[in-house]
């Protein structure tokens, strides 16, 4: 079994390359790169450059594409908008050579989950069949979400995996706020023909809504989900802790801890 651990932000354009250099230092194999607020990497060559220099250091890279994306909206101009951010970072994350592109598919509204579910499947098909034009080269990975008015339960996320061939985020501190137990292993089981994993971790913070806010990873929890992955894939393992790289840390060292 390959762990890439891994913090959720790069940094600023400037930084971004001085923070590879210190994060392979410190033994870290995945970034995802922050686009939530927005595509802040504009320019073709500084993404060809951070993308050279993550691989140099070997640090496999992945994007969180912006927050406002609802693919279910009842407003035909917000879903081209959400479309068009999903396919900006599929383009920038070509130059970075990123290979997921992480993002919320939408929210439930006024519509039935079935009805959701159909719209969202064929804006991801509309999506892929654009950027595969394009020949960009990010896979999508639509996530399982924390909040339980969300689209994106465990469920949902496995039937897209089928039915437009995309990948998928899974997110385990959202599983835990949005059904109260962490199901890892039924999770796991239910995603097991994938040959690669995205996950995210941190600790998380809930109500009877679902997700409030993440917080500090636990130890325990975090030994208890590497006891549990697979040993036959590779597995991208991003925190997103309000202290990710410091959590990304702490995972490196349980997992040499349980090896011996």
Known sequence: MTILFGPSGIGPVKEAIKNLEEFSKLGIKSCEIDFTYGVYIKKKEDAEMIGKKAKEFGIKLSIHAPYWINLNSLEKDKIEKSKQRIIECCRIGTYLNAYRIVFHSGFYGKMSKEETYENIKNRILEIKKEIEEKKYTPKLAPEIMGKI???????????????????????????????????????????????????????????????????????????????????????????ESPYPLEDSLLGIRLQKELKN
């Open 149 to 239: 008015n969300v689209f994106g339960s465990i469920e949902e996320i496995k039937k897209l995996t089928l039915d437009t061939n995309c990948e998928c985020c899974i997110d385990f501190a959202h599983i835990l706020a949005r059904y109260k137990e962490d199901k890892i292993a039924y999770t796991l089981n239910l995603f097991k023909e994938k040959k690669e994993l995205h996950l995210h971790y941190s600790g998380i913070e809930y109500n009877e809504k679902g997700e409030k806010r993440h917080k500090k990873t636990n130890e325990e929890d975090l030994k208890k989900l590497i006891k549990l992955l697979p040993k036959d894939k590779e597995i991208v393992l991003i925190n």
